[in-house]
C-alpha cells in the first residue's frame, strides 16, 4: 500500500514539475492541435493548442514504476498493453502534425495494430501471468470457461475497444483524464484485494502501475483542465485506454469493466447509436455524438459537462467495484 501510495505522489510531482517546460517546448516546436472541422465550432478557438502531451504522462509513470515495481510479469504485461496503444497513439498524432490535418494514422492499420499488440498481451497473460481461460461473472464464485480463441478475441476486443473509448471521450478539457483517474482508482482496489487475497506480488505490482498511472492522470489535469494549456492527445488517450484494458485482463474483472468503466461505454456506444440510426433510418439520436457533444449543442457549458460527467464515471466505478466485492 505504501508503495502504491509513494508511485501515486511521485508520478503526481512529476508532472507538476516537468509539465511546464514540456508545455513551453511543445509550443515552441508547435505541436499544435488540429480540430476536426465537422466538430462543434466552439472549438475552433482551441486549433494551436499544444497536443501529445501523453508524452509526459507515460514518462511521469515509468520513473515511479522503474523506482517502486518489482517487475512481476502481471505489471510488465500491462504496461506493454499500455507503452503498445500509446506508441499507436504517437503514430497518429505524429502524422496528424505532419499532415496539418486531424486525421492521423489510418483506421485498418491502427486495428492491425492493436490486433498483433493484443495476441501479445493475452499470450503474455495466458503464458506467464497466471491467467487462465475463465472469465469471472458478477455473480458469487461464477466463473465461465471460454476456449482459447474465444480469449484473445476478448483480448482484443477490450483493448481495441477501450482505447478507441477512452480516445472518443477525451472531446473535452479534463474529461478522459479525471474519468480515466476514477477508473484506475477502482481498479486499484480490485488489485489490492487479489493480492491480499492470493498474497499475489503480481496484484500488488498493479497497484502500483495502477497508482502511477492514476497519479500522472491528476498531475496531467493540472494543465488539462478548462481552459486547457495542453492536450494529451491520442498518444495519452489510447495509452490510457490500453491500461485500463490490460489491468481487467490481468486482474480477471473483464466483465465487471464494462460496468466499473461504464462511462467510456456509455460514450461509444452512443457513436455506435448515432452511425447504425444514421445508416438504416437517416436520422441521429443525438445532436452530435459521443454524447458529450450533444450536451455541448444544448447549451450546456464544458465545465458542466465535464463535472457531471465526472461524477457519472465514479457512479459506475463504484457500483463495479461494490460487485466485485459482493461476488468475490
Excluded at 505522489?9 to 512529476?14: D, R, W
Excluded at 477490450?158 to 477502482?186: K, P
Aim: proline share 3%; glycine share 10%; hydrophobic share 55%.
Amino acid at each position: 500500500m505504501f508503495s502504491a501510495l509513494a508511485a501515486t505522489f511521485t508520478a503526481l510531482a512529476l508532472m507538476l514539475v516537468v509539465g511546464p517546460k514540456f508545455i513551453g517546448w511543445l509550443r515552441t516546436n508547435e505541436f499544435g492541435q488540429n480540430i476536426r472541422e465537422e466538430g462543434p465550432q466552439a472549438h475552433q478557438t482551441k486549433a494551436g493548442t499544444p497536443t501529445m502531451g501523453g508524452v509526459l504522462i507515460w514518462v511521469a509513470v515509468l520513473v515511479p514504476y522503474v523506482i517502486f515495481s518489482r517487475f512481476t510479469v502481471a505489471s510488465f504485461t500491462v504496461l506493454i498493453a499500455t507503452l503498445g496503444c500509446a506508441f499507436i497513439g504517437f503514430l497518429d498524432d505524429w502524422l496528424s502534425i505532419v499532415r496539418k490535418r486531424s486525421l492521423g494514422l489510418a483506421a485498418r492499420w491502427k486495428m492491425l495494430l492493436q490486433l498483433l499488440l493484443a495476441l501479445l498481451v493475452g499470450f503474455l497473460a495466458l503464458r506467464f501471468g497466471g491467467v487462465d481461460t475463465t472469465l469471472d461473472l458478477p455473480w458469487p464464485n461464477a466463473e465461465l470457461q471460454i476456449p482459447t480463441a474465444v480469449y484473445y478475441l476478448i483480448v482484443f476486443l477490450f483493448i481495441s475497444g477501450f482505447s478507441n473509448a477512452v480516445n472518443l471521450t477525451d472531446g473535452l478539457d479534463g474529461l478522459a483524464a479525471g474519468s480515466a483517474a476514477i477508473v484506475l482508482v477502482s481498479l486499484a482496489g480490485v488489485a489490492f484485494i487479489l493480492g491480499r487475497q492470493q498474497h499475489d506480488p503480481g496484484m500488488t505490482d498493479l497497484m502500483i502501475l495502477a497508482g502511477c498511472i492514476g497519479g500522472a492522470c491528476l498531475g496531467f489535469l493540472w494543465f488539462n483542465t478548462f481552459p486547457a494549456e495542453v492536450f494529451m492527445g491520442d498518444t495519452g488517450s489510447l495509452g490510457l485506454g490500453g491500461a485500463i484494458a490490460g489491468m481487467a485482463i490481468l486482474t480477471r474483472t473483464e466483465i465487471f469493466l464494462v460496468i466499473i468503466a461504464g462511462l467510456f461505454v456509455v460514450e461509444a456506444l452512443s457513436v455506435i447509436a448515432q452511425v447504425v440510426s444514421f445508416k438504416l433510418f437517416h436520422r441521429r439520436v443525438l445532436l452530435m455524438a459521443p454524447l458529450h457533444h450533444h450536451f455541448e449543442l444544448k447549451a450546456w457549458s464544458e465545465t458542466k459537462i465535464i463535472v457531471r460527467f465526472w461524477i457519472i464515471a465514479a457512479m459506475f466505478a463504484g457500483v463495479g467495484f461494490a460487485l466485485y466485492y459482493w461476488s468475490f
